[in-house]
């Protein structure tokens, strides 16, 4: 690799560092980091595995001595970071692989290293193995769904062909399919989902329908995607028949 190379990857990888580290706050609760997420995926798809580990860690370890983060901004993280970049090699350029890689990377295996690393290191109490796969799960579907969206937009535009070639990581040829389309406005619901919760802490909106809003968006635009879904796909057959 040559020099110039490098140093555009550094530069590239302190930058989502940098916002990594900004932005984690954002509907942050203890074992749930949607934003983290977002930018492991991203780091993986722009930078590879291998970067994203390393982003994942120094974000990981700058929050801990800067924000009083628990050990879990690195259990909750590195996994899926690393996993994210690998899966995304080995399906040849499938986001939803990444994303896929970074839901089983820190929602399943951060979230069972993390009860180890908060009993008998932090001396946390009334914990089990199980105690953060929920949480980080629900961290990683959130996220994981921002991420697809703005890569999905990125690769639709060749954009991200681009950044890729740019930074003279490995690049895929991108198309945009119907079941990407489907997955794409479903994602949507994950954004709704961050946008009330964020409105209903900021404003302290805690009555009547509030509480349940930001799940009944999620159930809306799943339902719009897989009627999109459905309208699209017997409009193919019809023509198919033709």
Known sequence: MKNSDKIVKMVVLSMLIALGVVISPILRVEGMCP????????????????????????????????MGIPPIALTGAIFGAFLSGVFYRISNGKIVYAILGEIIGTG?????????????IWGKEGL???????????????????AYIFLR????????????????????TYQSSLI???LMIAA???????????????????????????????????????????????????????
């Open 35 to 66: 934003m983290a997420h977002f930018i492991n995926i991203v780091c993986s798809v722009f930078l590879g595995p291998w970067y994203s580990l390393a982003c994942a860690t120094l974000i990981g370890i700058i929050r801990m001595i800067t």
């Open 108 to 120: 399943i295996i951060g979230a069972i290293m993390s009860y180890p690393v908060m009993t008998f």
């Open 128 to 146: 089990s193995w199980m105690f953060y796969i929920p949480s980080f799960i629900c961290g990683t579907l959130i996220g994981g769904s921002i």
């Open 153 to 172: 937009k990125l690769a639709n535009s060749g954009m991200l062909t681009q950044i890729q070639n740019k930074l003279s990581s490995k690049s895929y």
């Open 180 to 182: 990407s389309d489907t």
């Open 188 to 242: 949507l619901g994950a954004i709704s989902f961050t946008a009330i919760e964020i409105i209903s802490d900021i404003f302290k909106l805690n009555n009547g329908i509030w509480p349940y809003l930001s799940y009944i968006s999620i159930g809306i635009f799943v339902l719009i995607a897989l009627g999109y879904y459905i309208i699209n796909k017997i409009k193919r057959m019809k023509v198919n028949d033709k």
